[in-house]
T-cell receptor, first 109, second 116 residues
């Protein structure tokens, strides 16, 4: 069974701080996606990484796919209250996405 | 807005009734997926469909649940004789034909099913 563990599970920080969320697995994935989900809404795709070692930047968000394609990280610089939400990683080898356990981020002004 | 559409957004059913959840994929997308998010749990894959075909239903409960994606119209997830344990958020996602190996999926806003 493929599992994706995210850490930390919860994170509460002040506006302006930096943070990193980790997504780890013992399985290799063809691609890995990061989503953000707000209460009462569906997950919104942030980024897809497909190549081992790949780094993608989306404004203040930096995503990295591990060399072995088993893990990924999401780094947010200078967090803002608008970054608050549930962050989910999802790995794929087929069309069936395997979702991580989620990291709930709260950014206080 | 060409996003994934789901309706209804909220659905309340009594035990034993049927629930029908609808999903219209993004324009140009021919692949549809259903996921379930139980309270305080992560998203779990249920079924993957293309037009008129079920490709992978390995996540579907063996009984009472069925899904279809007809040639015309939205994809339907049907739950017969609902029980309290079916209460959850059900999300539909879609992806384009040319997704290659990225397996990118775009999610709808979900249907929150409450069984009383």
């Amino acid at each position: 069974t493929q599992l994706l563990e995210q850490s930390p599970q919860f994170l509460s920080i002040q506006e302006g701080e930096n943070l990193t969320v980790y997504c780890n697995s013992s399985s290799v994935f063809s691609s890995l996606q990061w989503y953000r989900q707000e209460p009462g809404e569906g997950p919104v795709l942030l980024v897809t990484v497909v190549t081992g070692g790949e780094v993608k930047k989306l404004k203040r968000l930096t995503f990295q796919f591990g060399d072995a394609r088993k893990d990924s990280s999401l780094h947010i610089t200078a967090a803002q209250p608008g970054d608050t939400g549930l962050y989910l990683c999802a790995g794929a080898n087929t069309d069936k996405l395997i979702f991580g356990t989620g990291t709930r981020l709260q950014v206080f002004p | 807005n060409a996003g994934v559409m789901q309706n209804p957004r909220h659905l309340v059913r009594r035990r034993g009734q049927e629930a029908r959840l609808r999903c219209s994929p993004m324009k140009g997308h021919s692949h549809v997926y259903w996921y379930r998010q139980l309270p305080e749990e992560g998203l779990k894959f249920m079924v993957y469909l293309q037009k008129e075909n079920i490709i992978d239903e390995s996540g579907m409960p063996k009984e009472r649940f069925s899904a279809e994606f007809p040639k015309e119209g939205p994809s339907i997830l049907r739950i017969q004789q609902v029980v309290r344990g079916d209460s959850a958020a059900y999300f539909c996602a879609s992806s384009p034909e040319d997704r290659a190996y990225s397996y990118e999926q775009y999610f709808g806003p979900g249907t929150r099913l409450t069984v009383t």
